[in-house]
């Protein structure tokens, strides 16, 4: 899970924790209205205050779950809508239902529990639970004696229209998962493609010449004890295909691995805010030359792929100068990676690299909850 979806859960659970609050402000009001009423009954508000205290652990848990946990902890939503279900009709029982009061504890609960049920569930939990208060509340009459037609019309206005404001932030919450599983299909199919198109290139460049090369060979075998010259003469086309498919593949290769700075930074940059982490790009206009540049953009695309899996970053800062004759690349970011080496070998692959042409690479924490990539190339070296 990256930062983005993670923040994305987090803040879709904080936003669904607030209908909580409506339970605490209904159970304010009651205790209000029942003391200023002479209806103090120490045993019952101490039984209704455990039960609430329940009732929010058991939702809070309930909200974790389908939010931050979905969808493996989707067995265990189910208990925790139950325990946090009774927990609301023993409020409802030792108190009453006056919709102004205690029964708003009722009215969070069915706007919670539904977040993830389908329509037809929906429907009927909002009318189950309208209906019950409303029978409730005509058994055990409230402090105000609120009148049950009344009662009747805010509980079914309230239970069938505030779950599918919770219902919102559930579905904002999928289609940004969504959104984001179809980029990592997206990149995934992006690299299939371009396997595929470098195999047919391959199979294109050095196909016909490995048929001929077969060919000429079985020839030759067959001419060595027929024609020894001429055996001699075909092994050396032999010999020149052989070269001029190597010297073909080679090329290839060299022109498949060759990445251009600008561009690669230019699709880090779109990567990394697509996920969330702020990105800022400094590159001076001819600061190194392109053979320099090579390596480099080897360099970014590595970091930014430890970025995504490795840290929780907010902002990345790319910046690219020159000092004494040698070419430095910062890569820095905010979410440092613990625990671990967040190097990974891909960088230290890259170092070795840059040894080899003259040029270093250094990757670890700066000791402030940043991670810094630094990489060093003398100019006008070949990649």
């Known amino acids: 899970m990256t930062a983005a979806v993670h923040r994305a859960r987090r803040l879709t659970m904080w936003s669904l924790a607030f209908t909580l609050v409506l339970a605490w402000f209904g159970a304010l009001a009651g205790v209000i209205v029942h003391i200023s009423e002479g209806r103090a009954d120490p045993v019952r508000f101490a039984v209704a205050g455990v039960a609430l205290v329940v009732f929010n652990w058991y939702g809070w848990r309930f909200i974790r779950a389908v939010s931050v946990g979905w969808p493996h902890e989707a067995r265990e939503s189910r208990r925790y809508s139950l325990y946090s279900g009774i927990a609301v009709l023993v409020i409802l029982l030792v108190r009453d239902a006056d919709p102004s009061g205690f029964g708003m504890i009722a009215i969070a609960w069915v706007s919670v529990v539904t977040v993830r049920a389908g329509r037809l569930a929906t429907v ?9 208060c409303v029978l409730l509340l005509w058994l055990n009459p409230g402090v105000q004696d609120f009148p049950i037609g009344a009662a009747a019309l805010v509980y079914g206005i309230m239970c069938l229209t505030v779950p599918y404001a919770n219902k919102l932030w559930i579905w904002i919450l999928d289609l940004g998962e969504q959104a984001h599983a179809s980029k990592d299909a997206e990149a995934r199919l992006a690299v299939t493609e371009e396997r595929l198109r470098f195999a047919r290139d391959l199979h294109d460049l050095v196909g016909h010449s490995l048929s001929v090369i077969a060919v000429k060979s079985e020839l030759a075998g067959k001419l060595t004890t027929i024609d020894a010259a001429r055996a001699a003469q075909e092994m050396a086309v032999v010999r020149g295909l052989a070269q001029d498919s190597l010297r073909q593949i080679r090329e290839a290769v060299r022109g498949y691995r060759v990445l251009d700075l600008a561009s690669e930074l ?4 779109a990567i990394l805010e697509a996920d969330g982490v702020r990105c800022e790009i400094d590159l001076p206009p001819g600061a190194v030359d392109p053979e320099t540049a090579a390596p480099f953009a080897w360099v970014v695309r590595e970091s930014a792929t430890n970025i995504l899996r490795h840290s929780s970053a907010t902002w990345c800062r790319v910046s690219l100068r020159a000092a004494d004759g040698s070419a430095v690349l910062e890569v820095v970011n905010d979410g440092a990676a613990t625990g671990s080496d967040p190097a990974g070998t891909g960088l230290a692959g ?5 040894a080899a042409i003259g040029g270093s690479l250094t990757a670890q924490p700066t000791g402030d909850g940043r991670f810094l990539v630094r990489a060093t190339a003398p100019t006008g070296v070949a990649a």
């Open 350 to 354: 890259l170092g070795e690299r840059l």
């Open 266 to 269: 230019d699709s880090v940059r």
């Open 124 to 132: 009927l939990l909002a009318a189950g639970t309208a209906v019950t």
